[in-house]
């Protein structure tokens, strides 16, 4: 046993000289004079890069941060991050992901216990990517669109499309492919809100559901759909919502088993030609 309390000892000290080093180096980039101005933007964008479900550079994450609710929110990523080269990676080169250079560096900033004053809510930015992510794939300009790789022929399988790769690389931009893979993860990790939900129900308004799933098709992602919307139906059920949502979208619901919420079905994908290429990749 004397073993196994000298190896805790040991790991306590390594975590506690970690902390001192992060603690140093973050006060040497945010000195105390600078905490009232700083430390909010500190948190906002670096719970924006632990909350991701995968690392995006930091051009898409301004992209993404443009999109945020709150107008405050919406400031360049690189004034933070061009200060951060010796602690995240991706910060001299806008197309390389932005990430922690270590895992320990994530687990000191989430642990209030630890980083104190850099201390981060990577929870509280799930709602801001969201609103982004819904916000992204609704943009007129940039979002999801009909026929958005525009096949020539609807009939064939995404397979026998012989420059598939190519087009979705073209058509679909890094944050449009991320909020279509990734917006209910955000959805469902939030607390139920109206203006979030007014966003989520536009999303099924009209039929910006079904050029999801062709993206998502496109992708070879389609098989996310079933978590995504189950993330979704989770999130309404707190507020028992789902059936209000289901009659404004003009989706049929069916009920699953009885310890689950109520989940979507029956999608139109099959009413347009150009949608049979949903039936396999």
């Known amino acids: 046993m004397r073993c196994f309390h000298d190896i ?4 306590a000290k390594g975590v506690h000289l970690l902390d001192e080093m992060y603690q140093r180096i973050l006060a040497d980039i945010i000195p105390k004079h600078m905490h009232e101005e700083a430390i909010p933007i500190f948190r906002s964008v670096m719970g924006q890069i632990l909350a991701l479900s995968e690392p995006l550079p930091i051009n898409v994450l301004n992209t ?3 999109c945020f609710p709150c107008d405050d929110d919406r400031y360049d990523v690189k004034l933070l991050m061009g200060h951060l080269g010796s602690l995240v990676s991706g910060t001299s080169d806008s197309d390389i992901p932005i990430r922690p250079l270590h895992a320990s560096f994530y687990d000191f900033l989430t642990d209030e216990s630890r980083s104190h004053d850099f201390f981060v809510d ?5 709602r801001d990517l969201a609103f982004a992510s819904l916000r992204v794939m609704g943009d007129s300009k940039g979002g999801l669109r009909f026929n958005i790789c525009s096949l020539e022929n609807s009939y064939l399988p995404n397979s026998s499309v012989p420059d598939l790769e190519k ?3 073209e058509s679909i931009p890094v944050e449009l492919s991320y909020s279509c893979r990734f917006w209910g993860t955000h959805v469902g990790s939030t607390s139920f809100e109206s ?3 007014k966003e989520v129900e536009a999303f099924f308004d009209g039929e910006r559901l079904l ?3 062709e993206a ?3 992708m070879r992602s389609l098989g996310g759909s079933a978590v995504t919307l189950s993330c979704v139906a989770d999130w309404f059920s707190v507020m028992s919502s789902l059936r209000m949502l289901v009659t404004l979208s003009g989706i049929p619901c069916v009920s699953s088993a ?3 919420p109520p989940f979507y079905a029956a999608f139109p994908i099959y009413t347009c030609p150009l949608y049979h290429s949903l039936r396999r990749s």
């Open 211 to 213: 050029w999801w799933l």
């Open 258 to 260: 009885p310890s689950h």
């Open 216 to 218: 998502l098709a496109l």
């Open 122 to 126: 990577a929870s509280a930015a799930h």
């Open 64 to 66: 993404m941060r443009r």
């Open 195 to 197: 203006p979030l939900a």
């Open 8 to 11: 805790s000892e040991t790991s």
């Open 167 to 169: 087009r979705v690389k």
